[in-house]
Nanobody, 122 residues
């Protein structure tokens, strides 16, 4: 699976962005998907994950209630809708895929997109 993330940019605090991650291959629906982020000088951290069919999702406490992950298996795409953005959300955001669902550890994901930069100004 090859992943291509897009949709990052510069936004003011309180604003919204929607990230997309398009995948190649015919087996997209067999993979659980997740978003991670990495701020300068910090470790990569889990943001959100979604199960193979999209029926189950979970989020990091820091984004719960503000971010929403979704997927469209017909379009081989996963999304991250980010609302009420804060300066501390500034990071490079990565999409990731794996056959297993449920891990918040980045090392357990097999496939990664190249990252898209989100900058939130105060």
């Amino acid at each position: 699976v090859q992943l291509q993330a897009s949709g990052g940019g510069l936004v003011q605090a309180g604003g919204s962005l929607r990230l997309s991650c398009a995948a190649s291959g015919r087996t997209f629906s067999r993979y659980a998907l997740a978003w991670f982020r990495q701020a300068p000088g910090k470790e990569r951290e889990f943001v959100a994950a979604i199960s193979w069919g999209g029926g189950s999702t979970y989020y990091a406490d820091s984004v719960k209630g503000r971010f929403a992950i979704s997927r469209d298996n017909a379009k081989n795409t996963v999304y991250l809708q980010m609302n009420s953005l804060k300066p501390e959300d500034t990071a490079v955001y990565y999409c990731a895929a794996d056959r297993s669902y449920g891990s918040q550890r980045w090392a357990e994901y097999t496939y990664w997109g190249q990252g898209t930069l989100v900058t939130v100004s105060s």
